[in-house]
């Protein structure tokens, strides 16, 4: 069950939008090549003095099909095998180290989560609460996870992990000491790494780094697709949390909403705790402008029925609320919006009312939604530079956002 923690993670993030390198053989064969580091020496072995920064030069992925492209910052060629929906790449990140990075391009909820594939056979083959985890951190450019671990026999391993709509990847070296290269390595391949038939980029990509309490690190990433007369917004946002005193836990989620001319045509919430499915739900208009949802809980909690608006005329997109932020409240024609949004943590009968106002600065703003209150610095547009919420038992969410335009995020 979800820590305190856990729980003021999971509702701040709904509110907001958001390893062992186990080499398996099957039995009566030898092993796969995607599990067996090719010339991989002692992995295991005293470390080598760390190599200088251009040891680390650019190298061109050899895939063995047409289905990604991409480059990797490393000490020598990397080797890529295709093992069924999983792709394997090892990566030398020193002369005497490499790096097993498994990607996959499943949905969050169809085994593309991090913790899904932390926790498979040949990766890191637990998950990471059962593990010592230490020296968390999120890269505030990327969103890349990496972290340090050790088992219950003292041996270390390091971790980095990344997810957005086109690919989910995690690396992992197992003995090695070199994290600064091993990151470095990690996170170019996160930059380059892109499948060959992705769709067009997105328009707007916004990126927030996010931190929770006592330092709890997360990321939330969100995506705005111009897709004919629909607008898509796809939020995909994690929190790295403690679970014990040893243990990582993450919540990981993924928000896609569609509109039409400014209002909620669907919405789509999925989550998962530890790789588990803890949370689906999914909100529809009909052609008469009536919305319904499906709401589904890892603890058997259900709804499926209608949702009551007190307006008339359908739910504001996020554009749309971003929109009337910068008409109305930044431009001073209003001193407050009061503005109803769908919840699926609230009671989904009803959607919730949340008020934005201009706080002390031209750039401030004020949003309440029940007991919840979050200052905001918004930029000229009405996206979100940075924000403070307050959660319960005096917890605090910081997040820090920048925006870029034409799909040049990582």
């Avoid at 030069?57 to 990604?68: E, G, K, R, Y």
């Avoid at 919540?251 to 045509?265: F, K, L, N, P, T």
Wanted: net charge neutral; hydrophobic share 40%.
């Amino acid at each position: 069950m979800p820590s305190n923690r856990c729980a003021i993670a999971v509702m701040n993030l709904a509110a907001g939008l958001a390893m062992s390198l186990s080499a398996t053989s099957c039995a009566g064969r030898g092993p796969s090549p995607a599990t067996q580091p090719p010339n991989a020496g002692s992995l295991g072995a005293a470390a080598p003095p760390a190599p200088p920064e251009e040891a680390l030069v650019w190298h061109t992925i050899s895939f063995p099909d047409a289905t990604f492209t991409g480059r990797v910052l490393a000490a020598a060629a990397p080797t890529a095998f295709r093992a069924g929906d999983t792709l394997v790449i090892w990566v030398p990140f020193t002369p005497q180290a490499q790096g097993r990075c498994t990607i996959v391009r499943n949905e969050l909820a169809s085994g593309g989560s991090i913790e899904a594939l932390v926790a498979a056979p040949g990766a890191v083959g637990t998950r990471l609460r059962e593990l010592s985890v230490d020296h968390v951190e999120v890269s505030a450019e990327t969103g890349m996870l990496s972290l340090v671990a050790k088992r219950d026999n003292e041996s270390r391993v390091e971790v980095a992990a990344y997810r957005d709509r086109r690919k989910a990847l995690v690396c992992a070296a197992d003995g090695a000491r070199d994290l600064p290269a091993f990151k470095r390595m990690a996170e170019s391949l996160v930059r380059s790494l892109q499948p060959t038939d992705a769709p067009p980029p997105p328009t707007v990509v916004e990126l927030c780094a996010v931190t929770i309490g006592d330092g709890a690190p997360g990321f939330e990433r969100t995506e705005i697709v111009e897709d004919g007369t629909r607008v898509l917004t796809r939020v995909t946002s994690f929190v790295a949390f403690r679970d014990g005193p040893a243990g990582l836990d993450l919540m990981e989620q993924s928000d896609d909403e569609a509109a039409v001319e400014g209002r909620v045509s669907e919405l789509r919430t999925v989550r998962l705790f530890g790789g588990r499915a803890d949370l689906e739900a999914r909100l529809t208009r009909d052609a008469a402008g009536r919305y319904r949802a499906v709401v589904t809980g890892r603890r058997g909690q259900r709804f499926d029925g209608p949702v009551s608006l007190k307006g008339t005329d359908g739910l504001p997109s996020r554009g749309a609320i971003r929109q009337r932020i910068k008409n109305d409240l930044l431009a001073g024609g209003a001193a407050e919006l009061v503005i109803e949004a769908f919840d699926p943590l609230e009671p989904p009968a009803e959607a919730v009312v949340r008020t934005y106002a201009r706080a002390d600065k031209p750039d401030e703003l004020t949003v309440t939604e029940g007991q919840r209150v979050s200052r905001e610095v918004v930029d000229a547009d009405g996206f979100v530079r940075s924000a403070e919420t307050g959660l319960s038992a005096g917890t605090r969410r910081s997040s820090t956002c920048r925006r870029e335009t034409s799909g040049t995020g990582p």
